[in-house]
């Protein structure tokens, strides 16, 4: 699927609703932006979340910015009640 977009002054570029329907990406959202400088194309993937503290990808909880799963917030607060 193609679409052709105009960069404004400031050089950013809205990607079209239906596209963003089409793969779930919701606003507010973090895309990972890749040169890929040997073919002149820019490439936009979605941001995997997954646990600041272990990498799951499962059972997210966001807490100032970061996401957390639920086993790790377990642990830490079974590590905070023994302080």
Same mark, same amino acid.
């Given at each position: ?6 960069? $404004?002054?400031? @050089?950013? #570029? ?6 963003? +329907? ?8 973090? /895309?990972?932006?890749?040169?890929? $400088?040997?073919? @002149?194309? #820019? ?6 979340? +997954? ?8 059972? /997210?909880?966001?807490?100032s910015g970061s ?17």
């Open positions: 699927m193609r679409c052709e977009k105009m960069i $404004d002054n400031s @050089g950013r #570029i809205t990607i079209p609703k239906y596209m963003r +329907k089409m793969i779930g990406i919701t606003g507010e959202e973090k /895309l990972d932006v890749t040169l890929m $400088d040997e073919i @002149g194309q #820019i490439v936009l993937r979605r941001k995997a979340l +997954k646990c600041a503290i272990c990498g799951s990808p499962k059972n /997210l909880t966001e807490i996401h957390i799963c639920r086993n790790c917030i377990a642990a830490v607060s079974a590590l905070e009640k023994e302080l």
